[in-house]
Structure formats: C-alpha cells, structure tokens
Antibody, heavy 121, light 110 residues
Framework: QVQLQESGPGLVKPSDTLSLTCAVS?????????WGWIRQPPGKGLEWIGY???????YYNPSLKSRVTMSVDTSKNQFFLNLSSVTAVDTGVYYC??????????????WGQGTLVTVSS | QSALTQPPSVSGSLGQSVTISCTGT?????????VSWYQQSPGTAPQLIIY???NRPSGVPDRFSGSKSGNTASLTISGLQADDEADYYC??????????FGGGTKLTVL
C-alpha cells in the first residue's frame, strides 16, 4: 500500500522559507510517476503547487514559480518543497501526492494526510 | 492560469441525482481527456472518484459517473446518499503540463 507522509514546521515566520518533506513508503519514487504538492488555505479550495519526477524534472504553478523549489532524494524515498518569502496568504494545509501524468492521463491517486502550516510572527 | 470554473454549491434530495460542471478552455479540459474528480470530506484529504474523464477507480460506486463535452466536464452522482455530502473538485492537466483544480463545489444532501 502506497503511503505518503508530510513533515515540517507547523509555524513559519513571514518572509522566511517554508520547507516540507514528503516520505513515501510502499512504492519506490524511482520507478515512475510524478510527485506533487497541493495546498488548501483554511476554508478554501485546492491549489496545485507543482510536481517533480525521480530525475528531478519539475513543473510549477506559474503563480508560485518564482518562490517554489522542489527536489527529490531517491535514496531516502523522499521529496521536498521549499516556498520562499512566505506571507499570511501561504497559510494552509499542505498535501503531498502521487500523480500519474502523461499524454493520455493525469490524476492523483495517493495523498498524504496533509500538514497545517501557519505563517505568523 | 485561472482555476477551472465550478458552481460553488449544489444540492439534491436523498435518492435523486445531481450534476456538477467543470468549465475550462481548449488548453486544458477541452483539449484532452485528462480530467479527474475528487471528493473531500471535512478534515480529510481528497479522494479520487473519477479519472480520465469517465473512469472509476476500484471501490468507487457506479453511482458516480463522469463525462465531457467541449470545454466542460461533468460529474453526476445518482441515487444520492447522506454520506455523499462533501466538497467535490475537478482537476485537469494543461497544454503546458501544469495542473489546474476547479474552485470546488459543496454538495448538500437534503
């Protein structure tokens, strides 16, 4: 059974960098697929942040691209999110997820449970 | 890129059917069959219910069905049950390999 687990600070100061880790178990991230991050502000909808594959190729949401960096560590079966210069609008639940994305299909089949990140001084 | 357009809310009575629309452009929903739908109950992660426009993952009841016409995809839930009450999101890949969610639709079962 594929499982994903987010971890990282629950509180980040304004202008700092938000850093999260997603640990994957039950599946090797080196096999295939894309590994993504999605966030959800309190009481609002889902927003795609970006995704990365095992080779380190990335696609980011254009609205966040200037502040987002994703990376992967296949030896630890983990991938990472860095979001710089955060403000209060970056507060929300952050999910990591496994994404199937190709020329003929695109969907998320496994999600982490989500981690709440609050941006506040 | 703008979010896909969904109605903020829909409602239906127990046993009836409801349809939730998801409108995009020819660069996303209309250009490919790469549309999926997710159900999210409060405090939980979203769950995949439809992928590739109309396919159901194993374990998802056939009361859930998907379709697409032009730039609009649709999710239909028939035989409404109380535990169908949740938020529903559509999701599509774009022609630049970025991904888009719809704004979400809150389903109320009367």
């Amino acid at each position: 059974q594929v499982q994903l687990q987010e971890s990282g600070p629950g509180l980040v100061k304004p202008s700092d960098t938000l850093s999260l880790t997603c640990a994957v178990s039950g599946y090797s991230i080196s096999i295939s697929n894309w590994w993504g991050w999605i966030r959800q502000p309190p009481g609002k909808g889902l927003e795609w942040i970006g995704y990365i594959n095992y080779s380190g190729n990335t696609y980011y949401n254009p609205s966040l691209k200037s502040r987002v960096t994703m990376s992967v560590d296949t030896s630890k079966n983990q991938f990472f999110l860095n979001l710089s210069s955060v403000t209060a609008v970056d507060t929300g639940v952050y999910y990591c997820a496994r994404t199937h994305c190709s020329s003929i299909r695109c969907y998320i089949d496994y999600w982490g449970q989500g981690t709440l990140v609050t941006v506040s001084s | 890129q703008s979010a896909l357009t969904q109605p903020p809310s829909v409602s239906g009575s127990l046993g009836q059917s409801v349809t939730i629309s998801c409108t995009g452009t020819s660069s996303d929903v209309g250009g490919y069959n790469r549309v999926s739908w997710y159900q999210q109950s409060p405090g939980t992660a979203p769950q995949l219910i439809i992928y590739d426009v109309s396919n159901r993952p194993s374990g998802v009841p056939d009361r859930f069905s998907g379709s697409k016409s032009g730039n609009t995809a649709s999710l239909t839930i028939s035989g409404l049950q109380a535990d169908d009450e949740a938020d529903y999101y559509c999701y599509s890949c774009t022609n630049t390999n970025t991904l888009l969610f719809g704004g979400g639709t809150k389903l109320t079962v009367l």
